[in-house]
């Protein structure tokens, strides 16, 4: 779906560059318009119930189809009371219904009033800045508002998108856009730039699930590389398409799109070098400089590219092999089988007796999983064994039960050739002259629900005690095996490995292991 929807981005963007660079300012309407669809279309994917998203899609384009059509007829957009047609068409989005939906967590309905005012309130943007600015320049003489006007506009949006942020998160940021949407279509002096930010503002939370964190932190270094890169991509063409030289500007647009394509990609080779947070950082400046405009022609033609980069190297910043590695799921057949409900981690599951499990077992190597993750904020680096073998013995008196795992280092991998080629060297783990990492427990420490092994961990043939927590959380439903999850952590820098911070010291692991009967 998403190759569909950067195809259609792509289309958009190409039809909007024909029309700046021919001058045919009268078809931009259309081209706003379709942006609008393409955003809608976009930001009703993380609604659910899913079966409802259509329904409210479908509402949501008519309202500003209807007033895109009223909007071309001259007549009525004369007058001065037209600013009023998307204020009280907005009122029409009652017809999606009563029913609850939610988008990142927060449940609304579009019957509820404060959800219903947003639209309306994103309608009233244009015509209340330019009622301030023309009072403003009447109690101050001025003759030219457009600076007041433009100031005022930048309030509103954001006063307006704090209350809609508050009230339905994301979606109703997006439904501010949809009224002001409906109301630019109205307008004499047209301010497509504000338009075009707020809907890249609300794409932000569309491009978010590509992020491999919840959220994204614009102290780090590579968000605030994408909020520059954004401003800069914006002034850069801008300024270029004013030299009223055509190759130049297809050149400065090609540009800046291959530079926003290489911050993506450079999360693949580490993750604090750029990633889709740098990309939603690009938003984000991109949509701070363009409320600063008055006059972009390009500014459709290089919003739709953008997010047709997002949209098709996005989805390649996600490495499947690493996200299945490092997910631990069990199937005790206890979990949530509905697409509302979230599986409870397998950590947050109430631990049972391992003392039911009396008896020598070796690792079923085919279901078992350690994944581990180091670095600062940001620059996190994930990795996982591929495989490993060890045998546990569960005594009678629980506290004497022993277990033996024996690591391959060469079955480590951070999804990452390279980085796992110089892993492997002598800097790191050397793997030529310490093949294999140990642990071995011979005591077990009832904790609660869960238990502590103390055990002793060798790798590079250095041996340390270090304690781990483990939990006995049901058998697989399938083949009846019990499956046992833990977690813990190690400083690798107690183990011979030289101190970087930027690479990270501690290493945080947790594993899942099932066992089956000698």
């Known amino acids: 779906m998403d190759s569909v929807n950067a195809l259609s981005f792509l289309l958009i963007g190409f039809a909007s560059i024909a029309i700046a660079l021919r001058k045919q300012q009268r078809l931009q309407d259309i081209i706003t318009f379709l942006l ?26 008519s309202f500003v189809a209807f007033n895109f059509g009223l909007s071309r007829i001259e007549s ?23 029913s609850t939906v939610t988008y990142a967590e927060y449940d609304f309905s579009f019957n509820q009033l404060p959800i219903l005012l947003l639209p309306v309130f994103g309608a009233l943007i ?26 005022v506009v930048i309030l509103l949006v954001g006063l307006f998108a704090f209350i809609g942020m508050f009230f339905a998160a994301g979606f109703g940021l997006f439904l501010i856009a949809i009224g002001f949407s409906a109301q630019f279509f109205f307008q004499k002096m047209k301010d497509e730039n504000a338009l075009i930010s707020l809907l890249g503002l609300t794409l932000i939370h ?24 954004g401003a800069f991509s914006v002034y850069f063409v801008n300024v270029v398409y004013k030299t009223q030289k055509v190759v130049l500007t297809l050149i400065s647009l ?24 740098a990309f939603v950082g ?63 981690s397998p950590f947050e599951m109430k631990g049972m007796d391992l003392a039911s499990l009396k008896g020598n077992y070796k690792l079923d190597e085919k279901s078992v999983q350690l994944n581990f993750q180091l670095g600062p904020k940001g620059g996190v680096t994930k990795g996982a064994f591929k495989s490993f073998t060890g045998k546990v013995s569960i005594a009678s008196t629980i506290e004497n039960s022993t277990f033996d795992i024996n690591l391959p280092v060469n079955q480590l991998s951070t999804f990452n050739s390279m980085r ?36 002793k961990f060798t790798m590079l043939g250095m041996t340390k005690d270090i304690k781990v ?11 009846g095996q019990p499956i046992l999850v833990g977690k813990s952590s190690i400083d690798r820098t107690q183990f011979g490995m030289k101190p970087d911070s930027k690479e990270g010291n501690v290493v945080d692991f947790e594993f899942k292991i099932e066992l089956i009967k000698n």
């Open 126 to 151: 244009l015509p209340l800045a330019q009622l301030k600015a023309t009072l403003i320049g009447k109690w101050f003489s001025l003759n030219d508002t457009s600076g007041i006007e433009k100031s």
């Open 254 to 277: 090609v540009l800046s799109l291959l530079l926003i394509s290489g911050i993506i990609w450079l999360a693949t080779q580490k993750a604090d070098f750029g990633g889709m947070d």
């Open 282 to 344: 690009i938003l984000v400046g991109s949509a701070l400089i363009r409320l600063t405009m008055n006059e972009f022609a390009l500014s459709s033609a290089l919003f739709a590219l953008t997010v047709a980069v997002g949209l098709i190297v996005g989805p390649k910043t996600i490495n499947k092999e690493e996200q299945a590695a490092t997910t631990i799921e069990v199937n005790t057949g206890t979990q949530p089988t509905t697409e509302e409900e979230k599986p409870v």
């Open 206 to 229: 569309f491009f978010i699930q590509y992020v491999p964190t919840e959220t994204v932190e614009l102290t780090l270094g590579k968000t605030l590389e994408g909020v520059l890169i």
């Open 420 to 455: 796992d080629e110089s892993l492997m060297a002598k800097e790191y783990f050397d793997v030529e002259k310490f093949p294999t990492m140990t642990f071995v427990s011979k005591k077990l420490v009832v904790n609660g629900d869960a238990y502590e092994l103390n055990g």
């Open 76 to 98: 009525l957009k004369t007058q001065k009371w037209s600013f009023l047609v998307p204020v009280v068409s907005a009122f029409s989005l009652a017809f999606i219904g009563n």
């Open 36 to 61: 609008f669809i393409g955003s809608t279309l976009l930001m009703v994917k993380h609604l659910t119930p899913v079966d409802s998203t259509s329904h409210i899609a479908l509402i949501i384009i």
């Open 469 to 479: 927590q483990l939990k006995y959380v049901g058998n697989n439903e399938t083949t």
